[in-house]
């Protein structure tokens, strides 16, 4: 006899894997299946870890990309053009590692990932940086839908 599969937990892998791949190539958010979850009962606090986690971990690979990359791959397979790089760069020179805090925001943050990798920024820094932005995007967003923000 199978055991009982918590459905509930598919939830929280879908959630970890949009969050993944808004963070990475795909230009998708997660913030609407993060709404669905919420408004279907899931637990927000636990859904703000998984969506964190998941898009950090994107960016940890876009991170990757950058810095072991070129140019023309990050541009080809992250469809990063060459003038958003260019931005990501004079954003980084302008606001240094605070940057980063921006991550998440569309079109550029993709560029402010693989630009942190490219300047060979310190891993220890990118995650700081990186991670806590992401988890008050998703604090903020899960607040407002819960009418707390």
Not at 14 to 22: D, E, N
Request: with cysteine; aromatic share 14%; glycine share 10%.
């Amino acid at each position: 006899m199978i055991g009982v599969i918590d459905l509930s937990v598919y939830g929280y892998i879908g959630l970890f894997i949009a969050s993944f791949l808004a963070s990475t190539l795909l230009p998708l958010g997660s913030e609407a299946l993060l709404l669905l979850l919420i408004n279907n009962g899931f637990d927000p606090l636990l859904l703000v870890i998984v969506a964190s986690i998941g898009n950090y971990c994107g960016a940890c690979t876009t991170y990757y990309i950058g810095l072991v990359g070129r140019r023309d791959l990050i541009e080809k397979y992250l469809s990063i053009p060459p003038q958003r790089l260019v931005s990501a760069e004079n954003w980084f020179k302008k606001y240094g590692m605070y940057s980063l805090l921006f991550t998440w925001v569309p079109l550029i943050g993709d560029a402010i990932t693989a630009m942190s990798g490219i300047m060979k920024l310190e891993f220890k820094i990118f995650s700081l940086f990186v991670f806590t932005g992401k988890f008050m995007r998703y604090v903020i967003v899960t607040c407002m839908v819960l009418g707390l923000y």
